[in-house]
Each structure stands twice: as structure tokens, then as C-alpha cells.
């Protein structure tokens, strides 16, 4: 079975800068989808970015960006010009050919004023 | 409506007591999906529809528990003989298509507590 590894259960990051979250993962398929999560304290879980196993560029939406590398099986985010509305639960996840989707325990990210 | 909205918001109930969770997904999307969210942890996958049959049920931790989703859209969880360990947060996510790279969408969950 896939697995979905956060190994940073806090950050904390000053306002306006950058931060790094983490997460590796383990499977066994070539054709996968991983995504990264976004959960205020609301509970809606909101999709953050999402990257294609089969590309290799990584992808970047606004302020957000992931490092994709497939062979080390690692999905980081970095989050640039940190904001207070960033602060909440991000949540790695790891979609698999059969549409089963996998989640990691969670990183909390604390925005600092 | 405009999102994936889930009833109730909170649920109450005595160990032992059947309950059941409400989903109603975007209008139009085709795929619908269950998860379970214990405190401190990320959601944990129960079960995909596309359309009205189940694609993947493989996530249901036991007999106690069914989803159904009978004309397509609207979807409902149910517990039976609940036990303090379904405490949990139920989230519901729907898709358009259910495939590829396909954003989900979530509700805001429903909050389970079995006394």
C-alpha cells in the first residue's frame, strides 16, 4: 500500500518569508498524481497545488511551488512571501492510477507577525 | 449550490446508535468521495462513487459501515451499532470526472462523537 510521509508535524515562518514543508512517499506505480492541501481551522480542506507524476517540471501557483523528485520519491512546498492567511494544517497527498488517494498526518504552519 | 456542503455539522450519539451522514455534492460532478478524519491525523480514504455504484470500497473499516449514493448526487454514510472509536471528522469530496488530475472538492465535515 502507498504511504504518505510528513516528517514535520510544526513550522513556524516570519511574515514575507519563505518556508519549506516536506513529504515523501512510497509506491510501487509509474503513473501517480500528488497534491498538497490546505486545512484552516473551518476543516475545509482546500487543494493547494497538484503535480503530475509524469511531468517534470515542477509546478507553481502564485506564492506556491513544489520540488518534484520522482526518484526519491519527495514532494517539498515552499510557500514564498509568507502570509498570516497561510497559517493552517497542510496535508501532502498521493493519488494513485486506481483513484484511491492517500494522505500524510500533517504539517501545522504558524505565520509569525 | 456552490459547494460540497455535509449534514449535520455535529453529531452526538450513544455508543451503540445507528447514524447517518449527509453529503451533497457539487451539482454536476460525478465523483464522490468519503473519508474519515481522526484528531491529529489526515484523512483516511472509505470509499469513491462514480455515479451511483461504489468504484472503490475498499476503505470501509468494517460491515458496520455503508455508503450509498442512489440517483447519482447526493450521498449518504451510514453507521450502525457505532462505537467510541468512529469518532471521528467525516469529510465528503466530489470531482467532476473522478479521474487524472481531477480537483476535489470538500465539504466541511461532519463531527462525529460516540459517547
Known amino acids: 500500500a502507498q504511504t504518505v510521509t510528513q516528517s514535520q508535524p510544526e513550522m513556524s515562518v516570519q511574515e514575507a518569508e519563505t518556508v519549506t514543508l516536506s513529504c515523501t512517499y512510497d509506491?510501487?506505480?509509474?503513473?501517480?498524481?500528488l497534491f498538497w492541501y490546505k486545512q484552516p481551522p473551518s476543516r475545509q480542506m482546500i487543494l493547494v497545488i497538484r503535480?503530475?507524476?509524469?511531468?517534470?517540471q515542477n509546478a507553481t501557483e502564485n506564492r506556491f511551488s513544489v520540488n518534484f523528485q520522482k526518484a526519491a520519491k519527495s514532494f517539498s512546498l515552499k510557500i514564498s512571501d509568507s502570509q498570516l492567511g497561510d497559517a493552517a494544517m497542510y496535508f501532502c497527498?498521493?493519488?494513485?492510477?486506481?483513484?484511491?488517494?492517500?494522505f500524510g498526518t500533517g504539517t501545522s504552519l504558524t505565520v509569525i507577525p | 449550490g456552490a459547494g460540497v456542503s455535509q449534514t449535520p455539522s455535529n453529531k452526538v450519539t450513544e455508543k451503540g446508535k445507528y447514524v447517518e451522514l449527509r453529503c451533497d455534492p457539487i451539482?454536476?460532478?460525478?465523483?464522490l468521495y468519503w473519508y474519515r478524519q481522526s484528531l491529529g491525523q489526515g484523512p483516511e480514504f472509505l470509499i469513491y462513487?462514480?455515479?451511483?455504484?461504489?468504484?472503490?470500497d475498499s476503505g470501509l473499516p468494517n460491515d458496520r459501515f455503508f455508503a450509498v449514493r442512489p440517483e447519482g448526487s447526493v450521498s449518504t454514510l451510514k453507521i450502525q451499532r457505532t462505537e467510541r472509536g468512529d469518532s471521528a471528522v467525516y469529510l465528503c469530496?466530489?470531482?467532476?470526472?473522478?479521474?487524472?488530475?481531477?480537483?476535489?472538492?470538500f465539504g466541511p465535515g461532519t463531527r462525529l462523537t460516540v459517547l
Open positions: 462513487f462514480q455515479g451511483t455504484g461504489a468504484a472503490d
Open positions: 497527498a498521493y493519488r494513485s492510477y486506481g483513484n484511491q488517494f492517500y
Open positions: 509506491t510501487s506505480e509509474s503513473d501517480y498524481y
Open positions: 503535480q503530475e507524476a509524469y511531468k517534470q
Open positions: 469530496a466530489s470531482s467532476l470526472l473522478g479521474g487524472g488530475s481531477d480537483t476535489q472538492y
Open positions: 451539482s454536476g460532478h460525478t465523483a
